[in-house]
């Protein structure tokens, strides 16, 4: 069965403090992963996509990191900002014409 | 360019009654999918529509649920006879290209209907 793995559940950070979240998934046969940010009360938005062959992507402060043989993914935030607070999910396709497959997300608080 | 658009914002039904929710996608995107979120949970995939096509309907119930993308205007979800196991955030993604385009192709998200059964 298809599914994504998060962890932590729920993390609380200082401002200015970096974080890993941490996705696993057993998705297959894999196509792309994605990390989205969802604001309390908003739809998600896309951060990073990265296929099989990519093991890094950067956007801004957020790095992503994809291992392919372990089925393992990592989201870094550096210097978090307040506005950072957000649930952040991961996402998997798998190849051909099949729904996106959603973790439960990771609720990050930044807090001052 | 306006995003993915969704009304109403949130929606409030007693059981028995229909429910309807809309969305616009973005400008250009022929692809829908309507996802629902439960309180604590991923989102769930529930129907995946192109203009008056329904391409995948495999995560939509069977009974109650219907979805429909017309030639012109909104897409539209649609719940009769609501139960309170209904109440959930359905979201709504539009995308250009299509789930068979690969890589390529990019969900975006509107900013979901709130759907609470008394």
């Known amino acids: 069965k298809n599914q994504v793995e998060q962890s932590p559940q729920s993390l609380i950070i200082l401002e200015g403090k970096n974080c890993t979240l941490q996705?696993?998934?057993?998705?297959?046969?894999?196509?792309?992963l994605r990390w989205y940010k969802q604001d309390t009360g908003r739809g998600p938005v896309s951060l990073t996509i990265?296929?099989?062959?990519?093991n890094t992507k950067s956007n801004g402060r957020y790095t992503a990191t994809l291992d392919a043989d372990t089925k393992q993914s990592s989201l870094h935030i550096t210097a978090s900002q307040l506005s950072d607070s957000a649930s952040y999910i991961c996402?998997?396709?798998?190849?051909?014409?099949?729904?996106?497959?959603f973790g439960k997300g990771t609720r990050l608080s930044v807090i001052a | 360019n306006a995003g993915v658009m969704q009304n109403p914002r949130h929606l409030v039904r007693r059981r028995g009654q229909e429910a309807r929710l809309r969305c616009s996608p973005m400008?250009?995107?022929?692809?829908v999918y309507w996802y629902r979120q439960l309180p604590e949970e991923g989102l769930k995939f529930m129907v995946y529509?192109?203009?008056?096509?329904?391409?995948?309907e495999s995560g939509m119930p069977k009974e109650r649920f219907s979805a429909e993308f017309p030639k012109e205007g909104p897409s539209i979800l649609r719940i009769q006879q609501v139960v309170r196991g209904d109440s959930a955030a359905y979201f709504c993604?539009?995308?250009?290209?299509?789930?068979?385009?690969?890589?390529?192709?990019?969900?975006?998200f509107g900013p979901g209907t709130r759907l609470t059964v008394l």
């Open positions: 993604a539009s995308s250009p290209l299509g789930r068979t385009s690969g890589d390529t192709d990019t969900q975006y």
């Open positions: 996705c696993n998934y057993t998705v297959s046969p894999f196509s792309n």
């Open positions: 990265m296929t099989f062959s990519e």
């Open positions: 996402v998997v396709s798998a190849e051909g014409n099949t729904p996106l497959v």
């Open positions: 400008k250009g995107h022929s692809h």
């Open positions: 529509l192109q203009k008056e096509n329904i391409i995948d």
